[in-house]
């Protein structure tokens, strides 16, 4: 049997085999299987990138900017066939998905509009230096399965801008979506510019260590962040890695508690918790703690669960098996530990992957569920009394994705957030982001930066021209 969704090398939509199954973590069954790309085809791939590298590099950014404006527009017509997959594979409700593929299209657009700075000056002795940015080559854009379209636009989009060419790889766990905009860009870049491939375990690996590979941008866990940065030194390649995240919430008593509480909430279980930008420590000041937990475990308990493509559903299943039996085990370690639930803690019996929001009240700061990334729908409250308490707590984890500060003073909120060793502060909100503003993470969250001008240069290195 050949895989309805196809791989794109060279400008082809190949006819592979469909060997690795895509499960439907809402109910465990199997929507379909696709191609297990072999290191024969990657090598090919490669090639045909670095060939098409020759002629894209020196196209104008001009005519670059219209081919992202042509994909953002392709994906618009299709988005509600891409935020059906979406759903079915990633398992998050239909509305949220469809957020998702609308937003590509926006930061397609948006990342169009970005141009690539040159600086030239005559020297005193009238000589001429001029240095200006130049794409790197072929760029492996390594996505996961949380947002597996927005990460996977957010490396694409720049380093095609640039005048790189892409090998995309999506998660194994959610290749669906990405395989299918693949499709729809096949016709809109010459052959060998923008390419999609799909494979197991070994993708990943052979890729970051191939040596026709320039660049490696890569969102995922920091464990495997690690990895990635170890197999790339060999040939001293470019990397940018987005990875793992424990942002911590900061309450402060003068916010409005139960408005708060309810937003902090879906900062803290959006997508079932597995955001990298997720609320997963929320420290509460301790005059308006009681009063915060009550509201915050009564959304745990109200808000709808269940399969993304049912009404009025807020929240889906985790996202794949291994994630599943992570988090389940967090959970039991928890409770074995004694720490109390104001909301969920048990896991009911499956189909499907479902973890009721579980809400953990007060467990010291060397708890597991404060320590670690569940990256699933578990967070833990935290008492605080003093600002500088706070802000220590606060910064001491390996992680510095992002955080957030709750004050109706906004001008004390802003000198709490500006001692946070994170990348991102959001001030009375969560997970904003924008394609002109820079994220990136500090610590072990990450290596490098993504969107604005600075993540555009990430695909660039300088030229300086004398004479
Ligand atoms: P993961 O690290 O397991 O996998 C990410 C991608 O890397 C997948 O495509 C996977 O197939 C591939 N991969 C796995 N091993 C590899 C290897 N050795 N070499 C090369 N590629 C390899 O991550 P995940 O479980 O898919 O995603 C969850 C993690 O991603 C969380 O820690 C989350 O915080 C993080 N994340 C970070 C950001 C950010 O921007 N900082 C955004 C989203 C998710």
């Not at 420290?283 to 109200?302: G, L, S």
Request: net charge negative; glycine share 8%; charged share 20%.
């Amino acid at each position: 049997m050949t895989s309805t969704f196809r791989p794109l090398s060279n400008g082809q939509l190949l006819d592979l085999p469909a060997t690795l199954p895509v499960l439907d973590p809402a109910t465990e069954e199997v929507i379909t299987h696709v191609p297990d790309c072999t290191r024969e085809l990657l090598d090919a791939t490669v090639r045909s990138a670095r060939a098409a590298f020759d002629t894209w590099s020196l196209t104008s950014i001009e005519h670059r900017r219209e081919r992202l404006e042509a994909l953002g527009a392709r994906m618009k017509e299709h988005a509600d066939e891409l935020t059906l997959l979406l759903t079915r594979e990633q398992g998050r409700p239909l509305a949220m998905a469809r957020a998702e593929v609308l937003g590509c299209v926006h930061w397609l657009r948006s990342a169009a509009k970005m141009s690539l700075p040159i600086a030239e000056r005559t020297d005193p002795a009238g000589l001429s230096w001029s240095t200006r940015r130049v794409p790197l080559g072929v760029v492996a854009a390594i996505a996961p399965w949380n947002f597996p379209l927005t990460l996977a636009v957010w490396k694409l989009a720049p380093a095609l801008l640039a005048g790189n060419t892409v090998i995309l790889k999506p998660s194994p766990f959610t290749p669906l979506a990405t395989l299918r905009m693949g499709e729809l860009a096949a016709d809109l870049f010459p052959a060998g510019v923008l390419n999609v491939l799909c494979g197991g375990d070994a993708l990943g690996p052979w890729m970051t260590a191939h040596p026709g590979i320039a660049k490696v941008a890569f969102t995922g866990s920091t464990a495997t962040g690690r990895r990635v940065m170890a197999s790339a030194a060999p040939t001293l390649k470019h990397i940018t890695l987005e990875l793992g995240g424990n942002d911590a919430a900061i309450v402060m008593p003068d916010v409005d508690v139960p408005k708060v509480a309810r937003k902090l909430f879906m900062g803290a279980f959006l997508n079932s918790g597995q955001v990298c930008i997720a609320s997963k420590r929320i420290y509460v000041h301790d005059a308006i703690y009681d009063a915060f937990a009550q509201t915050f475990a009564a959304a745990a308990k109200a808000t709808p669960m269940g399969p993304g493509t049912k009404e009025g559903v807020m929240l889906g299943p985790v996202q794949n098996r291994p994630q599943y039996e992570r988090v389940k085990e967090l959970i039991a370690a928890t409770r074995d530990a004694g720490h109390r639930f104001l909301a969920g803690g048990e896991v009911p019996d499956g189909p499907g992957y479902f973890i009721p929001p579980a809400v953990v009240d007060n467990p010291p700061d060397d708890a597991r569920v404060v320590v670690e990334e569940p990256f699933g729908p578990i967070v833990p409250l935290l008492r605080f009394s003093d600002v500088d308490e706070v802000v220590r707590r606060a910064n001491d984890s390996e992680f510095g994705l992002g955080g957030s500060v709750w004050s109706s003073d906004v001008a004390q909120a802003r000198a709490i957030g500006a001692r946070l060793e994170v990348g991102t502060v959001w001030i009375n909100s969560v997970h904003l982001l924008d394609p002109q503003s820079p994220f990136a993470g500090r610590k072990q969250s990450g290596i490098g930066v993504e969107n604005g001008i600075e993540g555009l240069l990430e695909f660039t290195t300088t030229q300086t021209m004398v004479g």
